[in-house]
């Protein structure tokens, strides 16, 4: 039966013999021993739960089966109890496998980009011991071609895998695609026969085609614009000649820019404020310098395909790429996420050091960077907070969570019992400072009120869905000792204390800076001052938040200048965009035909 499945799976790929290991297959072998080797001692039984899975994941049997054993002693036991039979029931293997055959399915494992020697070990697995359910976790997790004989072969193979485990979430997943492109071949098979019967004599345009006219047609009214800095004074403090794009914003006293040459090559470079070149990265994207290293995403000598790593401000490499995603280093650590190219392809994050090396172990769902010695950080489902050593000082009891700012962190849990949502705000040692519990309609569910604007739990957790940038300001956290509050879907403003100090009359409040919080009222932007007094009257149909004095705003909709914490418009409007200031230095853009002054 085994042998018969897998002739299926030959439409992936050719029979072919193991050749040597190439260059970026030692790499990926380095990459599996590159997880923690220390397993320490006094975790949170949720930090054990992500430590056996992180190993189960990448097929280390020995040090998965040291970490359940300290989830089962771990306490509560009822908790403990359940992870452990979660991880048994999901990645474990259900019969005993020799080391030889452990070993062997590392190094298929590894190898992310030769499939076809990949292939070949599965299959000499399944031949010599059909009960292993990792060769075929391994082969689930490969993409197949939109054709008959290839969906037909991963519906065989989506089957088997479930088979041993039912509840595998990957293998339901792509059973799910394969039978939903089964069906989209069929009805192509059949709208073609109905095509080739019936003449078609209209010559109406493809939606494709439609989009496309559509595109042009906008393309028209699209004003090209040129991007330059501004100083506080409205002057150029350099040029930056053509062909040159410039980042939003300066940090950590660099500008990034990409250049791109006659040639049609894109180079990355950081200038600084006199428009001086400090280094450049060939890459294709990077993030901005903290701390003195720059994150970048490029393809990296001995391996295939991209990945994360860090430069320094000397265009050296400082961290070589072997991360699929990572964070700006904040109070001396960057948050990293694992390469995983197999298994159920989780995203795990951790922490590293300036060094590159693992501070934090890999075993996150989600995390937020450190601030003020502490990062929320979400394993099991829950969040809490760790410190710099990976210990939770605060546990994960949390639904959302939010970073520290001034002091506390706002956090929210679902209680279920009494359908509400409790919002609170926490201090570093988890004490509750102030709390708000909102009753919510029994026909309503809990989960959807992340999207609804329902006190602050849309503006949490994960990541990609609702955690700002690090460049964006959360209204949920504090700025300038003040929070926006809600009242009867008006918006205010609270102290530290849980105090309304600022009624809550307004359409729409964002969070302080520079003493100023902007406003939405009489459908227009204005700014109050922390006595809530409007200083700034609410006229303009656009605005941004103050930053270094000046805040960028725009009366009628379309040209933006710049405004003082009086009002006083100190640049006047003559921008089609304006970004707010950053260390001293803002980016502007007009009409690309614009002559210069």
Not at 139 to 153: I, M, V
Not at 352 to 376: C, K, M, R, T
Not at 562 to 583: S, W
Request: proline share 4%.
């Amino acid at each position: 039966m085994v042998l018969a499945l897998y002739s299926l799976i030959t439409t992936l790929a050719e029979n072919s013999s193991m050749a040597k290991t190439s260059e970026s297959t030692q790499y990926h072998a380095k990459k599996i021993s590159n997880l923690p080797e220390i397993i320490r001692d006094g975790l949170h039984l949720y930090q054990y739960y992500g430590l056996t899975r992180l190993y189960l994941r990448n097929f280390d049997l020995e040090k998965a089966k040291i970490c359940l054993e300290k989830l089962k002693n771990s306490t509560p036991r009822d908790i403990s109890e359940k992870l452990s039979i979660s991880l048994q029931k999901e990645l474990l293997p259900k019969n005993s496998v020799s080391q030889e055959l452990l070993e062997r399915c590392r190094k298929a494992a590894a190898m992310a980009h030769e499939n076809e020697q990949r292939y070949q070990i599965c299959r000499e697995l399944i031949t010599e011991s059909s009960e292993f359910e990792w060769p075929y976790m391994i082969l689930a997790e490969e993409g197949y071609t939109l054709g008959e004989s290839s969906l037909k072969s991963q519906n065989e193979l989506m089957h088997k895998v479930l088979s041993f485990n039912p509840t595998y979430k990957p293998a339901l997943s792509k059973l799910e695609d394969v039978i939903s492109n089964q069906k989209y071949l069929e009805d192509r098979k059949a709208a073609a026969i109905k095509a080739a019967s019936v003449k078609n004599e209209t010559d109406e345009p493809s939606s494709y085609q439609l989009d496309e006219q559509q595109k042009k047609h906008i393309a028209q009214f699209m004003v090209k614009k040129k991007y330059f800095l501004i100083d506080n004074k409205g002057k150029l403090p350099f040029e930056t000649g053509p062909g040159v794009s410039i980042d939003q914003r300066f940090s950590d006293g660099l500008l990034k820019v990409s250049v791109r040459s006659e040639m049609g090559s894109s180079e990355i470079q950081f200038w600084d404020k006199k428009g001086e070149l400090k280094f450049s990265v060939r890459a294709m994207t990077t993030e901005r310098v903290s701390e003195g290293l720059v994150a970048v995403y490029s393809f990296w000598p001995g391996i295939r395909g991209s990945r994360y790593g860090f430069y320094d401000t000397s265009g050296k490499v400082a961290i070589p790429g072997r991360f699929s995603k990572t964070e700006e280093f904040k109070d001396g650590l960057a948050a990293a996420e694992i390469c995983q190219a197999y298994v159920d392809r989780a995203s795990t994050w951790g922490f590293i050091s300036h060094d590159g090396n693992w501070q934090i172990e890999p075993i996150y769902d989600d995390v937020f960077s450190f601030s003020e010695g502490l990062a929320p950080v979400s394993i099991g489902g829950k969040i809490g907070f760790i410190d710099k050593s990976g210990i939770f000082s605060i546990p994960p009891i949390y639904d959302h969570a939010r970073p520290f700012s001034e002091g506390l962190a706002n956090v929210v849990v679902f209680d279920h019992k009494n359908h509400a949502l409790i919002d609170k705000y926490i201090d570093h040692q988890g004490k509750v400072v102030f709390e708000r519990t909102q009753i919510i309609p029994a026909d309503k569910p809990l989960a959807e009120l992340r999207s609804k604007g329902i006190l602050s739990a849309y503006s949490t957790t994960p990541r990609h869905e609702h955690a700002p940038r690090t460049d964006e300001r959360s209204p949920w956290d504090f700025h300038d000792g003040l929070v926006v509050d809600m009242v009867n879907n008006k918006f205010g403003y609270r102290d530290k204390t849980g105090k309304n100090v600022i009624d809550a009359v307004y359409g729409w409040t964002y969070p302080f800076s520079d003493g100023r919080g902007k406003v939405w009222k009489d459908k227009a932007f204005g700014f109050v001052n922390k006595q809530g007094n409007l200083v700034i009257k609410a006229k303009f149909a656009k605005a941004k938040d103050f930053s270094n004095g000046l805040a960028a705003v725009s009366t009628d909709g379309k040209h933006w200048g710049y405004i003082d914490q009086n009002g006083t418009m100190v640049i006047k409007p003559q921008y089609l965009e304006a970004e707010p200031f950053a260390e001293g230095i803002a980016r502007v853009a007009v009409a690309e035909n614009t002559p210069e002054k």
